[in-house]
T-cell receptor, first 116, second 114 residues
Framework: EAGVAQSPRYKIIEKRQSVAFWCNPI?????LYWYQQILGQGPKLLIQ????????DSQLPKDRFSAERLKGVDSTLKIQPAKLEDSAVYLC??????????????FGPGTRLTVL | GEDVEQSLFLSVREGDSSVINCTYT??????LYWYKQEPGAGLQLLTY?????DMKQDQRLTVLLNKKDKHLSLRIADTQTGDSAIYFC??????????????FGTGTQLKVEL
């Protein structure tokens, strides 16, 4: 079974530029998550989708970050404009459902963003 | 709110046992997870435990849960150099809008020396 795919793996941009990340979850997984992992810290949830609807985006800085999952499969996360403090690894995860079962989250390899 | 704490570093000799500790604050946690992260890689699920259990064993891994003290530990038997990585503890709690969320600790860097 293929895992969670993410691209690009690395991205370097200058501050105030825009950037987009792409995620393809495990086939059949209804729930998709985007996390931000700053160096030396644990991942922090930015946004969670159930199919193509947003379940939680309370930690997403909506003035500059946006995310969509239009057809309930792939997702993109965008930052516009980027700030220095956005330098981090952006991890995508998916789970079978957001329900009461084990709901285990499986992670992709991440996109490492460096903002200069 | 949720808060998860871990010690930052652990160094052990190859062949010894490693014990990584974690404390959490939210008593409504349903599942607790251990993930492993190697350099430049995503998070790999190692094991998890349901909150009504106090122990789970999976090959070289043993998870102990003390729900009263909100303390979770991961024991790795016969630690190998390939176990060198950062280990994250995470607690799962519900979201007001439905679904679940994971809150991660800061990670414990395990170094295995020959």
């Amino acid at each position: 079974e293929a895992g969670v795919a993410q691209s690009p793996r690395y991205k370097i941009i200058e501050k105030r530029q825009s950037v987009a990340f792409w995620c393809n979850p495990i086939s059949g997984h209804a729930t998709l998550y985007w996390y931000q992992q700053i160096l030396g810290q644990g991942p922090k949830l930015l946004i969670q989708f159930q199919n193509n609807g947003v379940v939680d985006d309370s930690q997403l800085p909506k003035d500059r970050f946006s995310a969509e999952r239009l057809k309930g499969v792939d997702s993109t996360l965008k930052i516009q404009p980027a700030k220095l403090e956005d330098s981090a690894v952006y991890l995508c995860a998916s789970s079978f459902s957001g329900g009461a079962d084990t709901d285990t989250q499986y992670f992709g390899p991440g996109t490492r963003l460096t903002v200069l | 709110g949720e808060d998860v704490e871990q010690s930052l570093f652990l160094s052990v000799r190859e062949g010894d046992s490693s014990v990584i500790n974690c404390t959490y604050t939210d008593s409504s946690s349903t599942y607790l997870y251990w993930y492993k992260q190697e350099p430049g890689a995503g998070l790999q699920l190692l094991t998890y435990i349901f909150s009504n259990m106090d122990m789970k064993q999976d090959q070289r891994l043993t998870v102990l849960l003390n729900k009263k003290d909100k303390h979770l530990s991961l024991r790795i038997a016969d630690t190998q150099t390939g176990d060198s990585a950062i280990y994250f503890c995470a607690e799962r709690t519900g979201l007001t809008g439905g679904g679940n969320k994971l809150t991660f600790g800061t990670g414990t860097q395990l170094k295995v020396e020959l």
